[in-house]
């Protein structure tokens, strides 16, 4: 199985601060990559697809980079709203795995 | 409007079985890859099965020999028959209209709480 670390686990930051996400793959995987974020109580939505390319209607604040076995989350400019929990999603083979997840908190 | 809706989950005992349905609207489900993923309570989320528009299935290997989706064409649901169910499979369960190019969860339902308790 594909192994999906995200660091850090857990962030703290402020409002308006660009936060910066990572993912990192046991193996290659292309760009099989997806970014999803889930607030408490929810299910998680679709952000990112294919490492880099944004969903319909996702604020363009959000951004995906990488390819083969490193990825990046880039939130440009942090809203009150975005405090939420962030997966990465591997789906170059079955079974497809998540990252551990990373928890942005409010600072 | 896309929407998913779950039901089917509960308080069981270890051994037992449930079977949970996902009722969609807006799009047909046999056209479509179709996921169930779970998470158990405060941790992260896991990938359980997926049926593909053509009829094939692919299982986890914590669940393969004792889940099974399938769907029922007429009433556009999707179905996950769980057997001899354990504390660990303890989890939210969500369905989740699957891309069929890169393998995406596009579009989730709100899940159904499934509770494995003596």
């Known amino acids: 199985d594909i192994q999906m670390t995200q660091s850090p686990s857990s962030l703290s930051a402020s409002v308006g601060d660009r936060v910066t996400i990572t993912c990192r793959a046991s193996r290659t995987i292309s760009n099989y990559l997806t970014w999803y974020q889930q607030k408490p109580g929810q299910a998680p939505k679709l952000l990112i697809y294919?490492?880099?390319s944004l969903q319909s209607g996702v604020p363009s604040r959000f951004s995906g980079s990488g390819s083969g076995t490193d990825f990046t989350l880039t939130i440009s400019s942090l809203l009150p709203e975005d405090f939420a929990t962030y997966y990465c999603q591997q789906s170059y083979s079955i079974p497809w795995t998540f990252g551990q997840g990373t928890k942005v908190e409010i600072k | 409007e896309v929407q998913l809706v779950e039901s089917g989950g509960g308080l069981i005992q270890p051994g037992g079985s449930l079977r949970l349905s996902c009722a969609a609207s807006g799009f047909t489900v046999s056209s479509n890859y179709m996921s169930w993923v779970r998470q158990a309570p405060g941790k992260g989320l896991e990938w359980v099965s997926i049926?593909?528009?053509?009829?094939?299935?692919y299982y986890a290997d914590s669940v393969k020999g004792r889940f099974t989706i399938s769907r029922d064409n007429s009433k556009n649901t999707l179905y996950l028959q769980m057997n001899s169910l354990r504390a660990e499979d303890t989890a939210v369960y969500y369905c989740?209209?699957?891309?069929?190019?890169?393998?995406?969860?596009?579009?989730w339902g709100r899940g159904t709480l499934v509770t494995v308790s003596s």
């Open positions: 989740a209209r699957t891309s069929n190019v890169y393998w995406y969860f596009a579009f």
């Open positions: 049926i593909y528009s053509g009829g094939s299935t």
């Open positions: 294919a490492a880099s």
